[in-house]
């Protein structure tokens, strides 16, 4: 992971690669794979019930002492999301020899009422281990509880046999440390207060004028959104996720960072570091990727072609388009309140003329210590265990295929638009139709200058680009409602 950590710095050092995002990812991956202290350790406290079930096994005794290394392992939670016995059986000896070795310790496991469906059913139903010298035997289904924090066990609440409900206490473990500094700084994502505030100054620095000029152009930042679906579908296919993580690595497609991350902590939390890495490293490489798709869905005419001057819009407009969007939306897809809602806020308090401290505070002081935050958080959880995954390997290779979709979508629909209008479209701002603001736009002028120097499209591709913004938002919120996206 060191190594990772390295290229990830050299990309944003030297590449220029997102810098802002990737360095505080990059030196929080380092971080978490040092035998830190006092960095990530959660404080000692409750250990709760993950599912309703029954308490089959239980290692615990009251004055027990537990003791968490300075890297914790992660570990299984589930033994049945591999398909294979001897898979299952190896994990489970080299996790216990690890979890013996280093101190980290199994407290409970839990055999839950309703059997949980896996994308991948395994080929067993269960296994046999061994356990403080005791032979046993697990269910695939059967969920573990491990220790996450040093301490002593300072009451039973559950013990084996019992009947517990999901949330229930099992044990009280005491410490008289407190917990460590990325710690309460993660809280930040797990309760996904950093992507609407993220979202905040997005709104803060987003001009809407372009869009409410050319209102056809949200078909553009719509059509953008087939790659999320269909890289959603894709993930389905490979049959390692299920759908809760399709839906998380789908809307990478999307190039929409905070909400990437926002989606994949409420369907997919085991996902979030390869998520996030993904969905930041390919919107790094907007200007890299999307130029040949461009040039391959268009002719050179076609990139050619100059559009109409933009009307001006007035401050009354961009208000009231900010009320009825927020409306709009958040009835249409309430899931998706947090980042809509903080977005037009955002962009409310820099079109009203008001608020000017407001809206400056939002687009630097406080967008700024939140990327500080969102991204180190976001590092500190690439250990070794967590991030050397062929999961982590399917979801980069899968986003670009969601950002190559996503480009080709919004690239035809232009094409296809323009078979219906007089008012010629040029296909190069559909590319923009993706949520990187405002680099996506940069691209589409960059590549309309190739083809005709004199041709301005900056302010064009804006309309998609800020659609696209919206788009990937709903989107976001559809996943949550259709899959119960835990709030």
Known sequence: MWLVAAVLLYLAVFKKFEPLLLVPIAFGA???????????????????????????ISTV?????????????EMPNLVGKLKEKTEAQALLLDQFAKAETDGQTLLFVIRPEREQAFAVLPEYAEIEVVINEVPVAIRSTDHLVWANASGSIAELKATEGDTVVQGAQLTQVHSAHTGGFFHYISLGIILELFPPLIFLGVGAL???GPLIANPRTLLLGAAAQFGVFATYAGAMAMGIFNSSQAAAIGIIGGADGPTSIFLANSLAPELLAPIAVAAYSYMALVP???PPIMRALTTKNERKIRMKSLRKVSRLEKLIFALV????????????????????????????GVTERLSKAAQNEL??????????????????????RTETLAILALGIVAFGIATSSGVLMAKLMNLFSKNKINPLIGSAGVSAVPMAARVSQVEGQKADSGNFLLMHAMGPNVAGVIGTALVAGYFMTVMGGAH
């Open 30 to 56: 380092l971080l978490a794979n040092l035998p830190t202290q006092n960095m990530v350790n959660p404080p000692a406290g409750p250990i709760l019930s993950p599912v309703n079930g029954t308490v089959v």
């Open 367 to 388: 967008i700024n210590v939140i990327t500080i935050f969102l991204g180190t958080s976001v590092g500190i959880t690439m250990t070794g265990d967590r991030f050397l």
């Open 61 to 73: 005794e009251l004055g027990q002492k537990i003791t968490m290394p300075a890297v914790a392992h």
């Open 325 to 352: 969007v927020v409306i709009f939306c958040i009835l249409l897809v309430p899931a998706a309140s947090p980042l809509i809602g903080l977005l037009l806020l955002g962009n409310f308090l820099r079109e009203c």
């Open 288 to 290: 890299v990727i999307q």
């Open 206 to 208: 987003t001009d809407f």
